[in-house]
């Protein structure tokens, strides 16, 4: 089975620009969420997409934004870039939104801003 | 007061030795917990669930202490392949997304 997928792997951005990072859950899973990990922090929730639609957001500026795909796939849009986005941004998906349902992690993508 | 808070660390312990760690949580009606470990730079991997009852994978030990907000991870004969940071992830009541501590880092030396 596959994983959680994400592209792309990296991404180097200068300030300003607008970027958009993709991931596809692991199959028979509805719900995907992104988190922003800076370096040596701990992960921040970012977004949380459940059949097609945002059921919680984090506190992120809204020029963090995405949206989901009918097939379930997710994309994370980031818009005027600061420096202090740069960041391991991971996508992670969850079978239909239970508590009791951990998530599961794509390998990432690392987003520097120059 | 954070939702999920870890001793950082680092805990460096030689190969075979046990290791044991808490992380607490601040919101007393959490009901699902899990343990994720994270190498350098990767990706988080879940590791185990945390049950009410506790639960054991292999070497690893999960115990859940309600009265106190706290769950533990024991980690027994320690490997080198074990180093790496430790990730308390708690599901709060009512809240549709996971809140994970800082994490705990964990050196295990030959």
């Known amino acids: 089975e596959a994983g959680v997928t994400q592209s792309p792997t990296h991404l180097i951005k200068t300030r300003g620009q607008q970027v958009t990072l993709r991931c596809s859950p692991i199959?028979?899973?509805?719900?995907v969420y992104w988190y922003q990990q800076a370096l040596g922090l701990g992960l921040q929730f970012l977004l949380w997409y459940d059949e097609g639609e945002e059921r919680n957001r984090g506190n992120f500026p809204p020029r963090f934004s995405g949206r989901q795909f009918p097939n379930y796939s997710s994309e994370l849009n980031v818009n005027a870039l600061e420096l202090e986005d740069s960041a391991l941004y991971l996508c992670?998906?969850?079978?239909?939104?239970?508590?009791?349902?951990?998530?599961?992690f794509g390998d990432g993508t690392r987003l520097s801003i120059l | 007061r954070k939702e999920v808070e870890q001793d950082p660390g680092p805990f460096n312990v030689p190969e075979g030795a046990t290791v044991a760690f808490n992380c607490t949580y601040s919101?007393?009606?959490?009901?699902?917990f899990f343990w994720y470990r994270q190498d350098c730079r990767k990706e988080p991997k879940l590791l185990m669930s945390v049950y009410s009852s506790g639960n054991e994978d292999g070497r690893f030990t999960a115990q859940l202490n309600r009265a106190s907000q706290y769950i533990s991870l024991l980690i027994r004969d320690s490997k080198l392949s074990d180093s790496a940071t430790y990730l308390c992830?708690?599901?709060?009541?009512?809240?549709?997304?996971?809140?994970f501590g800082a994490g705990t880092t964990v050196t295990v030396r030959a």
């Open positions: 992830v708690v599901n709060p009541p009512g809240d549709y997304k996971l809140s």
């Open positions: 199959s028979g899973h509805t719900s």
């Open positions: 992670a998906s969850s079978q239909i939104y239970r508590g009791d349902q951990p998530q599961h």
């Open positions: 919101n007393s009606a959490s009901q699902s």
